[in-house]
T-cell receptor, first 121, second 111 residues
Framework: AQKVTQAQTEISVVEKEDVTLDCVYETRDTTYYLFWYKQPPSGELVFLIRRNSFDEQNEISGRYSWNFQKSTSSFNFTITASQVVDSAVYFCALSEAGIGWSGAGSYQLTFGKGTKLSVIP | DSGVTQTPKHLITATGQRVTLRCSPRSGDLSVYWYQQSLDQGLQFLIQYYNGEERAKGNILERFSAQQFPDLHSELNLSSLELGDSALYFC??????????FGPGTRLLVL
């Protein structure tokens, strides 16, 4: 069964500091997807990034970057120069290939418990 | 704005009642997923529909059911409501194996 662990329950940083959110996952599939979603105080879930299991290239997108390491089953997310608007709960999620390998398969997400990030001005 | 709409935004009802939550997916998305977010269980997958057919079930109670209509909108029906059903209910849509985009959620309070 798939599982996602976010060991950090809450993190507080001062504005402009860098912060890394940790995520460790478990899956038996060789093909899977990893995601980060953000849930601001308003409650909606906002998609941030997605990574396929067959692509370990790490990238930077603006102030966001991620470090995907299959060897340690980790998918960490870093915010550079944090801002007050980054204050939110961040969820790491895993999706396996599901039934078959087609667009009609099921790719339900398994979420971690979330990490609440507070950026202090 | 994700392009996924959910109504109502808030719902207050009493134990034993039945409610219906509605979700309209993004244009072109055939898959609709329902999730429940509660303080004790976190975010949990309930059920998925693909082009009108049930595709997968997660931790969905027998008192809950869902359907997807020909226009691809979906409804989640919750019956015989209990206090513990109070939660935030999200739907998400995707194109096949693509990224799931979430609606704003329906906050259900059972009194």
């Amino acid at each position: 069964a798939q599982k996602v662990t976010q060991a950090q329950t809450e993190i507080s940083v001062v504005e402009k500091e860098d912060v890394t959110l940790d995520c460790v996952y478990e899956t038996r599939d060789t093909t899977y997807y990893l995601f980060w979603y953000k849930q601001p105080p308003s409650g909606e879930l906002v998609f941030l990034i997605r990574r396929n299991s067959f692509d370990e290239q790490n990238e930077i997108s603006g102030r966001y970057s991620w470090n995907f390491q299959k060897s340690t089953s980790s998918f960490n997310f870093t915010i550079t120069a944090s801002q007050v608007v980054d204050s939110a709960v961040y969820f790491c999620a895993l999706s396996e290939a599901g039934i078959g390998w087609s667009g009609a398969g099921s790719y339900q997400l398994t979420f971690g418990k979330g990490t609440k990030l507070s950026v202090i001005p | 704005d994700s392009g996924v709409t959910q109504t109502p935004k808030h719902l207050i009802t009493a134990t034993g009642q039945r409610v219906t939550l509605r979700c309209s997916p993004r244009s072109g998305d055939l898959s609709v997923y329902w999730y429940q977010q509660s303080l004790d269980q976190g975010l949990q997958f309930l059920i998925q529909y693909y082009n009108g057919e049930e595709r997968a079930k997660g931790n969905i109670l027998e008192r809950f059911s869902a359907q997807q209509f020909p226009d691809l909108h979906s409804e989640l029906n919750l019956s015989s409501l209990e206090l513990g059903d109070s939660a935030l209910y999200f739907c998400a849509s995707s194109v096949g194996r693509g990224t799931q985009y979430f609606g704003p959620g329906t906050r259900l309070l059972v009194l």
